[in-house]
Nanobody
């Protein structure tokens, strides 16, 4: 059974950076597509980014494009989300999620396709 654990969140100033990590346990990560989602207070959860099994293809929400970078190190069973030029509206609980299977593309439009979720990690952007 795959288990995911996020880390690296916390408090950052506007314009600052944070790097989130998603560590996988219980199975090898290379058989899963990985995505990041976030949920801000009072809002629905939204997709942020995803990455295919090999890392060859990535996808980003328009709101983070050019500021966030998703990457993965399958040897370390870890996926990362580098967040630069942070804005107060990036404040949210960030979740990593996994979809079993090998795919050449990925998307975050259907949360239901991701069967494994981490507990979430708080990111707060404030001066």
């Amino acid at each position: 059974q795959l288990q995911l654990v996020e880390s690296g969140g916390g408090l950052a100033q506007p314009g600052g950076s944070l790097r989130l990590s998603c560590a996988a346990f219980g199975n090898t990560l290379d058989t899963y597509v990985i995505a990041w989602f976030r949920q801000a207070p009072g809002k629905e959860r939204e997709g942020v980014s995803c990455i295919t099994n090999s890392g060859a293809w990535t996808n980003y929400a328009d709101s983070v494009k050019g500021r966030f970078t998703i990457s993965r190190d399958n040897a370390k069973n870890t996926v990362y989300l580098q967040m630069n030029s942070l804005k107060p509206e990036d404040t949210a609980i960030y979740y990593c999620a996994a979809r079993n299977g090998r795919f050449s593309l990925c998307a975050t439009s259907r949360e239901g396709s991701y069967g494994y979720w981490g507990p979430g990690n708080q990111v707060t952007v404030s001066s």
